[in-house]
Structure formats: C-alpha cells, structure tokens
C-alpha cells in the first residue's frame, strides 16, 4: 500500500499522542510515572532502537525521512517554547532575597551530583563509543557530570502541583533552589559550547545581548499583555537564531530570551496553562524525537549499567547535597530528604541538555541513552519517594520560608 507523506504523518501522530495516553490513563501510572515519563518511554519504544528492531518494515513505513523531518520542525519549536517558559520562570529576585540560604543549597545540590557525575564520566571515559567524536576530554566530563547536577524545573512544578506543595511555602523554597541550578547548569553548558573557530562570533552575541535586552525589556514593559505574547515570540526566534549562528545552539538562545523576561509580564496561571497545553499538543513530538536518536550498539546491557551508575551518582549526589545544606541551615532530616528527592528529579531539561550534547558531538547515542533512561528513572522516583515522607511530616516540613 502507497501512502503520501500527509497520511503516514498523520499516522505516526496518532501513534505519539494516543499510545501514552492509553498506557497513563488506563495504567493509572500518574504515581510511579506521570505522563510526562510515559511519553519519554513511548518515545525511546517507538524508535529504531526497539521498534525499528522488532518490526523494521512497520518502522521504515511510517517513519520515512519526510515524515522525521517534519516531526523534528515540530520538536524543534516545541522545545524553544519550552525551553523559554524554563526561563520564565526563574526568579532570580526572591533567590536574592534569601540568598544565603539559596547559595549553600543551591551551591551543594549542583556541586554534590557533579562532581559524583564527573568521576562516572572519567569511568565511562576509559571506554570505547561513549565520547562524541567532537568532543574533548573535559567536555564530556564536565557535560555528563552536569547532565548528573540538572534539575528539570518545568517538571518539578507539574510534580509539586501533584503534591499540592507548589504554592506551599516549601514548594516556593524548592523553586528557589531549583531555578539556581538551572542558571548554573545553562551558563556552563555555554561554556562547554565554546568554539574557538566562532569565539568572534559568540562573544559578539554576549556582548549585543545585553544592550539589546535593555531596550527589549522597556518595550515589553509598555506593551500590553496580549501583546507581549507576540513580541515574546518574535524575541525567541530571533534570540534562538543568534545563539545558533554563533555556535552556542538555539535551545540556549531560547533559554535566555525567557530568563529576561519576568513572569508578572504574562500572569501565573496563563504561563502554568501554556505549558500545560504545550505538553498536551506539541512536547510529545519532541519525546517522539527524542526516541529516534536512541541508540544502543555498545551493548544493550551496558548502556543500562551506565544508566544505573550515572542515576546513582546523580541521586545520591543530590540527596547527599541537600542533607549538608540541612546540617549547615539547621533543617531536620526529613525536610532535607524531601527536598533533596525533589531536586533530583530530571525531566525534560535533562534530555534537552543531553540533546544538545549530542548534537554538538560531546557524546555518543549510547550515552544519549544512558542519560534518557537515567532522566527516566530519576523522575519515576520523585513522587513515591516524596509523598510518604510529606504524609509523615507535613507540619514538620512545611514552615514558613
């Protein structure tokens, strides 16, 4: 049978929005793995790793190269809006206003997990097939090491709006915490992106920029709401472009043109509703996209012993970090292990770090995976290792901040 690129796009777009919702909805998996999980897996099940084994010829039919190509133009903008409401919603002014106590966790939560992913990555160093081919040395150590140090934000809001503690003065505490990290994690993952060939480039593109979003922040301020959507999309596009020509990649550009933007510009609850119908409508192309560049030639075995380690280094950095922070802010022990669970979840900022890895040539499709199912894993332990500890202790924990 002969179908044209409309009916097998259409076709593969069933596949991606229906098969997760069926599995989440009559799975009843919302505690052990959000949609958000279940979308990633149906992903990396839909892929050429698993599918494209399993039934090669379903696969090829479906997934032509037109067909990818334009579910990736949907991944990409998918990811760039995103990616910009992760910056939103970072609030630098209320971590400044209780900067000594954001510091040290923020500072241990990151530093802990890296340095543990660090030393995972000089091991899997040692072995042929995990570097990219482009990479040096300290820049896939740093990278795995930091893809270990991410919090995925975005995803621990829609986790913490489960837990009913997002507006919670812990939850706000925990935002804090979160969105420190995520400053971290981007600024250097720009620095891992350095190109001397484009240093010209890219450092013409730090220095435009902070003019520019000077005068881009007094526009925005006069505008009115309804249209400050618009500008704020037209200021993506032309902050991801910038950041991509000068050899940074897009999603970093995307990442800034929201962390200059404030979030009282637009309103709560239609940033948190944005985000919810992007998850709804266009994300699970990106998780689709994302399950195409799997990978698992190593070895199957092997990339999921890689997994294990770099999941464990990473969650057991993050708790590690949260109860020193603890010891040193006077915190009990069940408050530093809420939050240190909270702050290990991964995500998408995870995957669309380890993306971005890959295709700079940082690493191999064999890590890729490892880090998908690492990010996997660190979700789909988030809520049940958090909700009996909160159910113990919730006036314990939840204190004014």
Known sequence: MHMGT??????????IVGIPYLVWRLGDTDYWAPLVVVQTVTGIVLGPGILGKAFPEYYSF????????CLNGLAWWAVMLFVMLAGIELDLKKAWAHRRESSITAGLALGTPLVLGCVAAGCLLAFDGWAGTQAAGWQFVTGVGMACAVTALPVLIMLMEKLEILRQPLGQRVLRYASLDDLLVWGVLALILLEWERVGRQAGFIVLFVPVTMLFRRLMERLAERDRWFVALIWLCLCSFAADWAGLHFMVGAYLAGAVMDAEWFGEEKLDKMRQVLLLTLMPVYFLSTGLRTNWAVGGYA??????????????GKLAGA????????WSRTESSVIGWLLQTKGLVMIIFANILLDKGII?????????????GSTMLTVPAVYPKLRAAVQLILKPA
């Not at 479906?62 to 190509?69: K, Q």
């Not at 990339?303 to 057991?316: D, I, K, Q, R």
């Not at 109860?323 to 006077?330: E, T």
């Open 323 to 330: 109860h020193a922070a603890g010891k040193l802010l006077g």
């Open 6 to 15: 409309t009916e097998l796009f259409l076709i593969a777009m069933t596949a």
């Open 303 to 316: 990339v999921f012993v890689a997994a294990g380690v770099l999941l464990l280094a990473s969650t057991a």
């Open 364 to 376: 191999s499709s064999e890590t890729f995976t490892a880090l998908l199912l690492m990010a996997v």
């Open 62 to 69: 479906v997934f032509t190269p037109a067909v990818i190509h």
